[in-house]
């Protein structure tokens, strides 16, 4: 018995990655004004309060990733101090 996959899901009808490349059999000219129309329709601009919790919480993660690093280095060099060379 093989169970069969069934989603449910709604197209709305927006291009996520346009395959109309040049020079394919399937190439449609002109299909480049509507992909942009799609491209653009997509989301509305950022507030400012919006931009700046964006930005702080892009900054945030990027010195979460740095105080990782550091704190990785700072374990290897001591583990190379009291250890690995005494």
């Given at each position: 018995?093989?169970?069969?996959k069934?989603?449910?899901?709604?197209?709305?009808?927006?291009?996520?990655?346009?395959?109309?490349?040049d020079?394919?059999p399937?190439?449609?000219?002109?299909?480049?004004?509507r992909?942009?129309?799609?491209?653009?329709?997509?989301?509305s601009?950022?507030?400012d309060?919006?931009?700046r919790?964006?930005?702080?919480?892009?900054?945030?993660s990027?010195?979460?990733?740095?105080?990782?690093?550091a704190?990785?280095?700072?374990?290897?060099?001591?583990f190379?101090?009291?250890?690995w060379?005494?």
């Amino acid at each position: 018995m093989k169970k069969t996959k069934h989603t449910d899901y709604e197209d709305d009808g927006r291009t996520i990655a346009n395959m109309n490349v040049d020079g394919m059999p399937w190439y449609v000219r002109g299909d480049e004004k509507r992909a942009k129309k799609d491209r653009d329709s997509v989301g509305s601009p950022l507030t400012d309060e919006e931009l700046r919790l964006y930005k702080f919480a892009a900054l945030k993660s990027a010195l979460l990733v740095v105080l990782v690093f550091a704190a990785v280095f700072f374990l290897f060099i001591a583990f190379c101090d009291f250890v690995w060379f005494k």
